[in-house]
């Protein structure tokens, strides 16, 4: 089942003859995971299961849900801004379906982004952090994707929620989207609501006013994945304008295809089609051929995807390529509690870091 299906299955979209009886199924298949899943949390709350502690900060980037939340331009800015204050800071990612040491779609992704982060890449994250104190030198760690990686003890954790999709239809993983209960929300310290602007003020509300439920405490801050320009496939950048007078077919394998092409129209003059992948879409020369003849089918005059995928299908792309190739490298901007967040960072950073 791809995920595109999956996603609809779960939502209670499609046939309820099929979807009725699927669903019950995946709800009974989800109450071992949900006991396992609150046994491991309960057991390193307790301090039954070891957190180890390293000599340098850690800040974890995590989620609640599975797909695309828009971690990694969190984690993008976060590096930035460290870097900004003259500090050495390495990234600690598992690395989807990639081996220790090696770069796959997000690591590559953020790599770009974070020039002079060293991005280490290794399922364990405590090695990895170890690695990245010794032979990097690193002040500062952040821990991307980690918030259910317990063992390694961190200083700050900060959770994604995607506007468009914030709690996972409200159930456990395979029934529903959730890695853990909303009550995991009482571990971390600050919430970035992402994507905001692709839903309305109430909306966003509802979410804020759920996820304080959980923790009162939180700093709640609302943020927007901001297109900055085009990049294309020789090398060539332009801004953002010369979209609208061009007809453009949308393509990409994102945990959150929808948010992602909803980006796109509103960029582009004319969307005249789109086609999602699966997260974490391994391409090949022949996935470039459909999108290539869906393109031309729908005369199109430019292929978009994202910078996620940009770094695996650029080894793919002929020169010159079938069509026009761009991909849309974006930032995070906070529309709102963007200081408070900083402010956050800077007061947790500033009792383990002489003179920040």
């Not at 979209?13 to 899943?37: D, E, F, H, K, M």
């Not at 821990?143 to 200083?155: K, P, S, T, V, Y």
């Not at 759920?210 to 609302?222: G, I, K, Y």
């Not at 927007?224 to 990049?231: F, M, N």
């Amino acid at each position: 089942m791809d995920q595109q299906t999956y996603r609809k299955l779960i939502s209670g979209q499609g046939s309820p003859l099929v979807g009725i009886p699927v669903r019950l199924l995946l709800t009974v298949l989800s109450w071992p995971y949900a006991l396992v899943v609150r046994l491991r949390n309960a057991l390193y709350s307790r301090h039954w299961l070891a957190i180890q502690r390293v000599d340098v900060p850690v800040l974890c980037i995590g989620n609640l849900t599975t797909g695309g939340t828009g971690k990694t331009p969190l984690v993008a800015w976060l590096a930035r801004l460290l870097r900004g204050k003259g500090l050495r800071v390495a990234i600690l990612t598992r690395g989807y379906k990639a081996g220790r040491g090696v770069l796959s779609d997000e690591p590559a992704e953020l790599a770009a982004a974070c020039d002079g982060a060293a991005v280490i890449v290794n399922p364990d994250r405590v090695a990895g952090a170890t690695e990245a104190i010794d032979n990097h030198d690193a002040q500062v760690l952040l821990m991307d994707d980690g918030f259910q990686h317990r063992r390694l003890a961190r200083n700050l954790d900060i959770i994604t929620i995607d506007a468009t999709q914030p709690f996972g239809y409200g159930r456990m993983l395979p029934a529903g989207l959730l890695r853990e209960p909303l009550s995991g929300l009482r571990r971390a310290q600050a919430v970035v609501i992402t994507r905001s602007d692709q839903v309305g003020d109430e909306r966003l509300s509802q979410i804020e006013s759920r996820v304080r439920r959980f923790n009162p405490e939180l700093v709640v801050a609302r943020a927007v994945h901001a297109p900055i320009g085009v990049c294309y496939s020789d090398g060539s950048e332009s801004d953002l304008a010369t979209l609208k007078g061009c007809k453009v077919f949308a393509f990409c394998g994102l945990g959150n295809p929808d948010a992602f092409f909803r980006t796109v129209a509103a960029c582009a003059g004319t969307l005249v089609g789109s086609l999602a992948f699966n997260d974490h879409h391994a391409y090949t020369k022949q996935c470039l051929e459909t999108v290539y003849d869906q393109a031309r089918s729908r005369q199109a005059e430019l292929l978009v995807t994202s910078s996620k995928d940009w770094s695996k299908i650029t080894p793919l792309i002929a020169s010159p390529p079938a069509l026009p190739l761009a991909y849309l490298p974006v930032e995070v901007r906070f529309t709102t509690a963007g200081e408070k967040l900083t402010s956050l960072i800077e007061r947790e950073l500033s009792g383990t870091i002489v003179g920040l």
